[in-house]
């Protein structure tokens, strides 16, 4: 469906998956909107789902001009895999600023939002611009929920041997073609809790296979007796993604309800820790969020300190806007 706005803005909304060109061109959009504030304001899951058939979300181009084969201006894409509220990402290119094509975006991801009834509308604000918190305030919008950037000097890290394994706990790598779905059972039973990361899928787990820096070496599967206990799992951004250097990344760290108070989870953070700095990087992050004050505790202990935060707007009012990464 495509419909022009008061501002000649022309906004495609889209299920399913984008052809390659048009998954492309928001690419490229995402990439000039980064380079042009120095964060990234799309996260890595809208990114693997631009050309998923089985994601759960909504599609939203805006092109500049009232013709739909207009230059590319801005793109939201609105998670509705859940009833009671929608979340959504959205980018403004930064030539196409101020000239309502956010607002356009916004405008459709509460529509898409209120397709189901009293659902909410959520969105992400990278960074927590002044831009974002500042358009967040002016339709009323507060903040729900942030997700802190945590990082440590592994040049810094203690001169001490890695917390021990559990009893009869062995370490090994992950297998690709053979354990996915028992890693994907465990980390819906540790992040039954987290809105994204307990609804991670068979789907969400191959696209990330896929991707070029997927090391599974990097991918830590800690077991008992042949029984999957819980896993970290590294990751290695490129340099000029979080800074002149590559940065290695405690991706996930997730153990089994059932394995919790053994200290597996401390063990698999020092392991994941040891492997980024044996690849020689000078310097890992993780993300968490700013609610969860026992991980908190815990990433400060080994030596994590916060370096910035993504806030997530909202509102209990179905329809209610929500705000975004730059003013529109």
Do not use: C
């Not at 894409?77 to 309502?100: I, K, N």
């Not at 831009?131 to 903040?143: I, L, T």
Request: glycine share 10%.
């Amino acid at each position: 469906m495509v419909e022009p706005t008061r501002a000649r803005v022309a906004v495609d909304v889209r299920a399913g998956a984008l052809g390659a060109e048009e998954a492309d061109a928001v690419r490229r959009l995402v990439a000039d909107a980064a380079a042009q504030d120095g964060v990234a304001p799309v996260s890595e899951q809208p990114l693997l789902w631009l050309r998923s058939d089985e994601a759960p979300v909504v599609h939203v181009l805006a092109r500049s001009g009232a013709a739909a084969d207009g230059e590319l201006a801005g793109y939201a894409q609105v998670d509705v895999g859940a009833t009671t509220s929608a979340s959504a990402e959205l980018v403004v290119h930064p030539s196409a600023r101020r000239e309502g094509v956010g607002t356009a975006l916004l405008t459709t991801a509460r529509e898409t939002a209120a397709r189901v009834p009293d659902r909410t509308l959520r969105v992400w604000a990278h960074g927590a611009t002044p831009a974002a918190r500042s358009f967040a305030a002016a339709v009323g919008m507060p903040v729900v929920r942030e997700l802190w950037r945590m990082s440590l000097d592994l040049a810094d890290r203690p001169d001490r041997p890695d917390r021990p394994l559990p009893p009869h706990v062995t370490v090994r790598p992950f297998v690709p073609g053979e354990d996915e779905e028992a890693w994907r059972r465990v980390n819906s039973r540790a992040f039954a809790y987290h809105p994204e990361q307990g609804r991670m899928t068979s789907a969400d787990l191959r696209a990330r296979e896929a991707e070029a820096w997927f090391d599974p070496a990097g991918f830590l599967l800690a077991e008992r007796e042949g029984l999957l206990l819980g896993s970290v799992w590294t990751k290695v951004h490129a340099a000029g993604e979080l800074g002149d250097e590559p940065v290695g990344e405690i991706y996930v760290v997730g153990v089994d309800p059932d394995a919790q108070g053994l200290g597996l989870g401390g063990a698999l953070t020092d392991l994941g820790l040891t492997h980024l700095a044996a690849r020689g990087l000078r310097r890992a992050v993780l993300y968490t969020g700013a609610e969860n004050e026992v991980a908190i505790r815990t990433y400060r202990r080994v030596g994590f300190e916060p370096e910035s935060v993504d806030v997530m707007f909202g509102s209990d009012t179905p329809g209610s806007p929500g705000g975004v990464t730059m003013a529109p």
